[in-house]
């Protein structure tokens, strides 16, 4: 008798994942073959690039990539590959340059991909064809306000199609600037021993908000509490409230309301006081450019936003971009970088810049906890043979899911289970490819 | 501009060595004693260790209150990644005195710069932090304080970290 990975029944509210998917080689395996090699992956932000010449090298769905602006000032993706005979063509992390030069045999390419010039090639005779051995691209790069997703699936949908209900939210995130946004310099780099699909669930949930980050909820309130009294006010009792909301082909997200202060453009302590006035004119400036409910969202309310399958921004005490990778099932890196409106004035983007280390990343007083919990699943799940079942099923009978509900990882998972299973129109065609079968699991394993 | 305490390196040997034995000990409220009022403690993101906090994203860019903090938080059952604790292990070396770089200290304070590689055990794990501390050590009623103290990595990522930092480094 076999088992699914899956069970999702309505009639009964419950939604089970089985925890061999956080486990076995083969899911992983069938993971990058039916998910990772046929949708789209985020793999950075035009603002990395900001310059002709500017490139930055990173690893994503498995392939060695650079993302660099060429001399004309066209965001370009290369494979990281000298097409003579393989080697990496940029061994920096980050860095500026009119070429790319593979050191083994110094192949030389400009950063449009052009092959340039090669030692000795009159060597190769009169039918070497120089203009084939440009940089390769990946089969389908596209950007959307700037994040940059790359497809290794030729027949993958349009990236526009694929965002589909995120891009409005990736336009709430946007709204904070009258121009662009864009990365600032400094990436948080770190790894966690657990399956990456962990993080998924961890980004987007509210429900372990108050437990796993008490700690964090205490330092907001005492810094809160420190600021009412002086100013002579009282403290309002801090919520989270909000839904979850499924915005299609797996993505998905929570929007609330929460205590913290928030950039654009919510005053709160630990926020010097001086700040308030300056926030609450940004806020009616954004009101006055796209009415009092869209600014009332852009500055308001937080959100935890999923990209299926490897995005998350989190616009909240500040906004954190995060792509992840899987290396094995019981390993993922983590790249986190932070997104903040360009040309905010300087008092601002200094809170800004603070007000992300409060909570963000793994030298905050909350990311730390996350990690915690991702690794101790990661170790629960040993037993995955004798206690085979996760239950994600909280909110099933809510009319309208809360952030504290679980709607929003059965987005994720129902996409998930559809796209393991090798169904081809989940990635929208790939004609002509057979997808991994991956078999359910046999009971009493 | 030169700075205007002065220290000689074995006085300053012997503060960041007491200092370490406190951390190690996780006697974190006696360390936080030896912090002055306006102190700074920053850990810069990996490859970007000479960034500026006003700029580019770190890892902990703490004032004081941010400090105590996180302080109370590691010393409460709650701080997760450290519940049980961890233990751990300082090696300061390499202890120089003297400007550093554009240092601008003020007439009272030195300027110190050591390496540091600080072990950490937990889980039947070794996580390893590797890299060069900042210091600013100013001299308050006679006693050398902390007023700034900056711990830059090494390496290019957390992956041999434990993927955090969630002890003082």
């Known amino acids: ?445 | 501009m030169a700075v205007g305490l002065d220290l000689s390196r074995a006085e300053a040997e012997d503060f960041l060595y007491d200092e370490a034995d406190l951390l190690d000990g996780w006697d974190l409220e006696a360390w936080l004693a030896l912090c002055t009022d306006d102190v700074v403690y920053e850990v810069p993101a990996t490859g970007l260790p000479d960034g500026s906090p006003a700029t580019s994203l770190f890892l902990i860019h703490d004032d004081r209150f941010m400090l105590e903090s996180r302080i109370k938080r590691l010393l409460s059952r709650n701080a997760h990644a450290e519940n049980p604790r961890s233990r751990t292990r300082r090696l300061i070396t390499n202890v120089r005195v003297g400007p550093a770089g554009d240092g601008d200290g003020a007439a009272d304070e030195a300027a110190v710069r050591a390496s540091f590689h600080v072990i950490r055990f937990r889980d039947d794990a070794m996580h390893h932090y590797v890299g060069r501390y900042s210091y600013r050590l100013r001299s308050v009623d006679g006693q050398l304080r902390i007023a700034h103290r900056r711990a830059a990595l090494d390496a290019d990522s957390l992956r041999h970290s434990g993927g955090k930092v969630s002890i003082l480094l």
């Open chain 1, 1 to 445: 008798m076999e088992q699914p990975f899956i069970v999702d029944d309505p009639s009964t509210d419950t939604f089970r994942i089985n925890r061999r998917a956080m486990v076995d080689p083969e899911v992983l395996a069938a993971e990058r073959a039916n998910i990772f090699d046929r949708t789209w992956l985020y793999l950075g932000h035009e603002s990395e690039v900001a310059q002709p010449g500017d490139y930055v090298s990173r690893t994503v769905g498995g392939r060695a990539l650079v993302l660099c602006r060429d001399h004309d000032g066209t965001v370009r993706v290369w494979l990281n590959t000298c097409t003579h005979r393989g080697a990496t063509v940029c061994r920096e992390t980050k860095g500026h340059g009119r070429f790319l030069t593979c050191f083994y045999h110094a192949w030389s390419f400009d950063l449009a991909g052009n092959l340039t010039t090669l030692p000795d090639a009159e060597a190769y005779g009169p039918g070497f064809d120089k203009a084939a051995l440009a940089l390769k691209a990946p089969p389908r790069v596209d950007t959307y306000r700037g994040f940059v997703f790359v497809s290794y699936n030729p027949a993958v949908i349009p990236l526009v199609d694929h965002l589909a209900g995120a891009r409005d939210y990736l336009d709430l995130v946007c709204e904070q600037s009258d121009t662009t946004m864009a990365i600032l310099p400094g990436t948080q780099e770190y790894s966690i021993e657990a399956n990456w699909k962990l993080l998924v669930e961890n980004s987007i949930d509210g429900y372990h908000a108050m437990s796993t980050h008490a700690t964090y909820m205490d330092y907001l309130i005492t810094a809160m509490r420190k600021a009412a009294e002086a100013l002579g006010e009282k403290l309002a009792p801090p919520s989270l409230d909000g839904h979850a909301h499924d915005l299609g082909n797996g993505h998905a997200v929570i929007e609330y309301t929460a205590p913290w202060a928030r950039p654009t453009a919510r005053w709160a302590g630990p926020l010097d006081p001086a700040l308030r006035e300056p926030l609450a004119a940004r806020r009616a400036e954004l009101a006055e450019r796209y009415g009092e409910e869209r600014a009332r969202r852009i500055c308001e309310t937080s959100r935890n936003l999923f990209i299926f399958p490897n995005l998350i921004v989190n616009d909240i005490m500040a906004v954190t971009v995060r792509a992840f990778e899987p290396v094995t099932p019981g390993l993922m890196h983590v790249r986190a970088w932070e997104l903040a409106p360009v040309g905010e004035p300087a008092a601002l983007h200094e809170v800004r810049l603070d007000n992300f280390l409060t909570f963000l990343g793994p030298g905050g007083l909350a990311t730390p906890d996350d990690v915690e919990a991702l690794e101790c699943c990661q170790r629960g799940f040993t037993s995955w043979r004798e206690l085979p079942w996760s239950d994600i099923s909280r909110g099933m009978a809510q009319e309208r899911p809360g952030i504290t509900d679980e709607l929003q990882m059965r987005v994720f998972w129902r996409r998930w289970n559809q796209m393991i299973g090798g169904d081809p129109a989940a990635a929208g065609g790939g004609e002509g490819e057979t997808p991994v079968r991956l078999h359910a699991v046999g009971g009493g394993r």
